[in-house]
């Protein structure tokens, strides 16, 4: 199972709005709506950002914003903040009942 | 509150094995599947099992298959994964997750291990 396609690096100014997006195929993106997206600063263990494509959990911030088209999801933060400022990865449940993450994309707030 | 607490840090030989645990508290164990998940220095993060606490049922990454096994204790609501044959490609943060259908939330500490001679 190859890994979910993510741009390296994504950067905005505060204020700004930033979409990452996470290609996968239609064995993993396609084929269920079990996308989820995790935010981790360095040193520290991933968050969950986003689960089911775009759900939000109890407590993240309602400036992110998840989406799924086809074998393609995104991950939209608006109202960019110095805190936002870190490595984001995709996730998906596949065909072959395992899980795949994506590459990693760095967020930087300029 | 959920939370995952993992063993401590840990230094192997090549060829040894690796066993980390990860104790859960904080919710009904068994209604929740934990999930392995790994990061090698300065690399991405590398999904590789998961286990129903419930049934003992496993799935495996391809990669990892043969040498990787995970378990659980339900009466100390701690999983358990074990690597065997250890390469210096196996260095890096081991990370426990509650695994609910399909994300995982919320993470242990992270352990980790290195292979060092």
């Known amino acids: 199972q190859s890994a979910l396609t993510q741009p390296a690096s994504v950067s905005g100014s505060p204020g700004q709005s930033i979409t990452i997006s996470c290609t996968g195929t239609?064995?993993?993106?396609?084929?269920?709506?079990?996308v989820s997206w995790y935010q981790q600063h360095p040193g520290k263990a991933p968050k969950l950002m986003i689960y089911d494509v775009s759900n939000r959990p109890s407590g993240v911030s309602n400036r992110f914003s998840g989406f799924k088209s086809g074998n393609t999801a995104s991950l939209t933060i608006s109202g960019l903040q110095a805190e936002d400022e870190a490595d984001y990865y995709c996730?998906?449940?596949?065909?072959?009942?395992?899980?795949?993450f994506g590459t990693g994309t760095k967020v930087t707030v300029l | 509150q959920v939370q995952l607490v993992q063993s401590g840090a840990d230094v192997k030989r090549p060829g040894a094995s690796v066993k980390v645990s990860c104790k859960a508290s904080g919710y009904t164990f068994t209604n929740n599947g934990i999930t392995w998940v790994r990061q090698a220095p300065g690399q991405g993060l590398e999904w590789m099992g998961w286990i129903s606490t419930y049934s003992g049922t496993t799935h495996y990454a391809q990669t990892l298959q043969g040498r990787f096994t995970m378990t659980t204790d339900t009466s100390t609501t701690t999983a358990y994964m074990e690597l065997r044959g250890l390469t210096y490609d196996d260095t890096g943060i081991y990370y426990c997750?509650?695994?609910?259908?399909?994300?995982?939330?919320?993470w242990g500490q992270g352990t980790l291990v290195t292979v060092s001679s």
């Open positions: 239609s064995s993993d993106i396609g084929a269920y709506n079990y």
């Open positions: 996730s998906s449940y596949t065909t072959s009942s395992t899980y795949v």
């Open positions: 997750a509650r695994g609910v259908s399909g994300w995982f939330d919320p």
